[in-house]
């Protein structure tokens, strides 16, 4: 090369032969890997650690729906909503009855059904008779199909949670029927939540 009058030599070094493509996206991967680990473990848990995956949005409805005619994962993303609306007292509650959910999953619908009836019964406030109209609980428990209600009324009796109280001339609303009983219209909480 001649500059200024000058010749001046430059020397080109021969490519370094260095590790293949995939060697090197291997290894970038580890290490991006790595200080991802390192990043998290040093962290503080977000909220979003201990969230379920956020539900694809369907791109026609389908017909997995829950009781409501919400679907299943839709519900439970207006709860977690919800929940933030709560006032502390029931945020309070929430644990609780959240870890009595947890433990009744297993247990299969029957035992659920039972759960849900006898908290709203217990949540209810009776009448000047300590009495509560089924009526009261049917409209609290709008989603529950009516067959499941008795179905989990009648084994509430049967564990004595509740006493189930015969129909009385005048009394109007839902009524639950046993064979050698008769008809029920109301309720009475014998043991306390």
Same mark, same amino acid.
């Given at each position: 090369?001649? #500059? ?65 005619? #919400? ?44 759960? #849900? ?44 949670? #509740? ?31």
């Amino acid at each position: 090369m001649d #500059i200024d009058g000058e010749t001046t030599l430059v020397m080109q070094r021969p490519a370094a032969k260095g590790p293949s493509s995939w060697a090197r996206r291997s290894w970038g991967a580890f290490v991006r890997g790595f200080w991802a680990f390192v990043d998290w473990s040093h962290r503080e848990p977000r909220l979003g650690d201990h969230l379920p995956p956020i539900p694809e949005r369907p791109a026609r409805v389908t017909t997995l729906v829950c009781e409501g005619g #919400i679907a299943e994962r839709e519900r439970g993303e207006r709860l977690l909503l919800e929940v933030l609306r709560a006032p502390p007292e029931y945020l309070h509650a929430l644990a609780d009855v959240a870890h009595w959910a947890m433990q009744l999953q297993g247990r299969g619908l029957a035992a659920l059904d039972g759960a #849900i009836v006898y908290l709203a019964v217990a949540r209810t406030r009776p009448d000047k008779n300590g009495e509560i109209p089924i009526r009261w609980i049917e409209q609290k428990l709008e989603t529950l199909p009516s067959y499941r209600l008795t179905q989990a009324l009648g084994r509430l009796e049967a564990e004595g949670a #509740i006493e189930l109280l015969p129909a009385r001339e005048g009394d109007v609303g839902p009524r639950v029927y046993d064979e050698l009983r008769g008809y029920f219209c109301r309720v009475r909480l014998r043991r306390p939540l």
